[in-house]
């Protein structure tokens, strides 16, 4: 595989980035290399700074193959701050202004990764608790098993219009709203890489499912997803399958190798099948009054609560009459209940053949006449 399988220019920045490709080498180093604002999401899974002490033994006394590596060695917790903000601070730099950021930690380090996000501006919209089906246990019997980890979702500022493809989340969910507790399995199976003598070939792969939901949630396909901590490439191969563009830096050589050759072998998936699910949210806005231009609900017309029990007229600016009173369809409706609020394209009916329907499914046609279709 090519490592610059082509550039894609960012939509808010007029500097292109070369995409899908690992870069090879120090994070903050490689970071401080690619062009500010050029990358729609990053995803982090970095050193969790374990603190290990000692070799772990499950009762048969075999040993634990645990997360002992040098990377994720650190002096002190101050020194795990300095290195946190610094890639933080560059992932930031590098986010579109609507981009966001999910990070990955345990009860190690995910407190300091929160505080260092809110410290450099981020906007905090989601914890998540992933809740592995199959964790391993506490072999001491001192504590509570460790069974889940915590992902923070952030948006790149309080202003930021982040992606959020929530029809499709639902959707995934059985027409449920998706939430913040998610069930999956750790990575297991084919799935998991391995050296020749079988042993692991990276101690915390994350598992595709995590990624899968992830990237479907919060990017659309041709964006750019930055892992600053790539390991094996599990970002990569997922961005790929789905139709987005990816980059990884990753320091280990191993690391570089295994992840290209994973990516390789993956397919990409057809475009209709990666397009994220839309729905009312996403359609272009059309006013009450645009339906009354239009002759779709003409001035004069009666409208009715659900019930039948209020009767307004249209108004040929677009409001509605009601007992000497007139307002928007959303004012007006909420006044006619007594309440602060009310979504008038839900609340006001009119009648067609005797049968009563909301005035929401006027905007449909409003949209056809308009050419917004599939706007």
């Not at 500097?15 to 899908?20: E, G, H, L, Q």
């Not at 595709?208 to 191969?237: M, S």
């Not at 690391?255 to 998936?269: D, S």
């Amino acid at each position: 595989m090519s490592r610059a399988e082509g550039c894609v220019r960012g939509r808010a920045s007029a500097r292109s980035i070369a995409v899908d490709r690992v870069l090879e080498g120090d994070c903050l180093e490689q970071l401080a290399k690619l062009p500010s604002e050029s990358v729609d999401l990053v995803f982090a899974d970095p050193p969790y700074n374990l603190q290990l002490g000692g070799t772990l033994l499950r009762p048969d006394q075999s040993r634990v193959d645990g997360v002992d590596d040098d990377w994720d060695r650190f002096e002190s917790f101050a020194e795990y701050d300095r290195f946190s903000r610094a890639w933080l601070g560059e992932c930031r730099r590098v986010l579109k202004p609507d981009g966001a950021i999910w990070v990955i930690g345990s009860y190690h380090n995910i407190f300091r990764l929160g505080a260092a996000l809110q410290d450099l501006g981020y906007w905090i919209l989601n914890d998540i608790i992933w809740r592995k089906s199959n964790p391993m246990p506490n072999f001491r019997g001192t504590r509570f098993t460790n069974a889940h980890e915590t992902l923070i979702w952030a948006s790149r500022s309080r202003r930021a219009r982040y992606t959020f493809n929530y029809e499709s989340m639902k959707a995934l969910n059985d027409d449920l709203q998706m939430r913040s507790d998610w069930l999956l399995p750790i990575c297991a199976g084919p799935e998991r890489l391995k050296d020749r003598a079988g042993k692991k070939a990276h101690p915390t792969q994350k598992p595709e499912a995590l990624l899968h939901r992830i990237i479907l949630a919060t990017t659309n396909p041709g964006d750019v997803i930055l892992d600053p901590f790539f390991g094996t490439g599990t970002t990569g191969a997922v961005a790929r399958r789905l139709g987005r563009r990816w980059i990884g830096i990753e320091r280990d050589r191993d690391y570089v190798r295994r992840a290209r050759e994973r990516i390789a072998k993956v397919r990409p998936l057809p475009a209709e099948a990666c397009t994220p699910l839309t729905g009312k949210r996403h359609a272009p806005r059309v006013p009450f009054g645009t339906i009354v231009e239009l002759g779709i609900l003409e001035a004069g017309e009666t409208l009715f609560d659900p019930a039948q029990k209020v009767r307004a007229k249209v108004r040929a600016d677009g409001t509605l009459a009601w007992q000497g009173t007139a307002g928007s369809i959303h004012k007006l409706g909420a006044a006619v209940q007594g309440r602060t609020a009310c979504n008038g394209w839900t609340f006001w009916h009119f009648k067609v053949d005797g049968e009563l329907k909301p005035i929401d499914v006027l905007r449909a046609e409003a949209r056809r006449q308009l050419g917004l279709e599939g706007a």
